[in-house]
């Protein structure tokens, strides 16, 4: 009060006020700035927290999988993220394997794939497993063919005859059921396991016990052009 009284004094009411609001101007004016640069040289002092902060803000180490993450007591981030993606590569492989495993073998099966299997075992006329094919399943490729009864690829044979009649014939090693070529090969030792070598019509009934279907196979071949 004695303070104001005294700059009254000396400058007058008028001037008094004026100073006063050029004084709170310079303030008004200062002050952001000295407080925006205290913060600026804060963040300089402590840049490396700074940047660790941001770091854990972005980081997401789980992001490999859109998977909902099954929380495991005890797991850490990192051995979350190991699992996770051991999980899908085990995924994508059994889907895969079932892939291969559903594959189709070839297209059209030429007769030289008949005569082969037919001399391989002894069979007087080739024509009759190309008959035969065509009647069980039209000559088909398809190794996910599939009879009410149970019988199973190209030349439709049962899973219990395979077992002893089946055979390798392309020659990878493994006598395969839905594989055409081991499938044809596999009726020419089945025929010749049933006396087909020396009658076909015997052979034939043994792979099909019906007198229509021996009719119909020998039908079928003797259409057929050597």
């Not at 310079?26 to 963040?43: C, D, F, K, R, W």
């Not at 850490?76 to 590569?89: F, H, N, P, Q, V």
């Not at 085990?90 to 559903?102: D, G, L, M, P």
Request: some cysteine.
């Amino acid at each position: 009060m004695i303070l104001n009284n005294r700059i009254n004094e000396r400058l007058g009411p008028k001037q008094t006020i004026k100073y006063l609001a050029q004084a709170i101007f310079i303030l008004v004016m200062i002050l952001p700035s000295a407080v925006a640069s205290g913060v600026e040289n804060q963040s300089e002092k402590n840049p490396i927290e700074a940047k660790l902060t941001l770091t854990a803000a972005n980081h997401n180490p789980l992001s490999i999988s859109k998977k909902k993450i099954e929380i495991v007591p005890g797991e850490s981030l990192a051995d979350a993220a190991k699992r996770i993606a051991s999980e899908e590569a085990q995924k994508k492989a059994r889907v895969e394997a079932i892939a291969r495993e559903k594959r189709v073998y070839g297209g059209t099966v030429t007769n030289d794939v008949y005569i082969a299997a037919a001399a391989r075992y002894g069979i007087a006329d080739w024509r009759y497993l190309k008959a035969i094919h065509y009647v069980e399943t039209g000559c088909s490729s398809d190794p996910n063919k599939r009879s009410y009864a149970g019988a199973s690829g190209p030349m439709q044979f049962l899973p219990s005859t395979w077992r002893f009649a089946g055979v390798d014939g392309d020659g990878d090693g493994r006598a395969d059921i839905g594989n055409v070529i081991d499938a044809i090969n596999g009726a020419a030792h089945y025929l010749a396991m049933s006396g087909g070598q020396n009658d076909i019509r015997k052979g034939l009934y043994s792979y099909n016990h019906s007198t229509s279907y021996v009719n119909k196979v020998t039908g079928v071949a003797m259409s057929i052009s050597q």
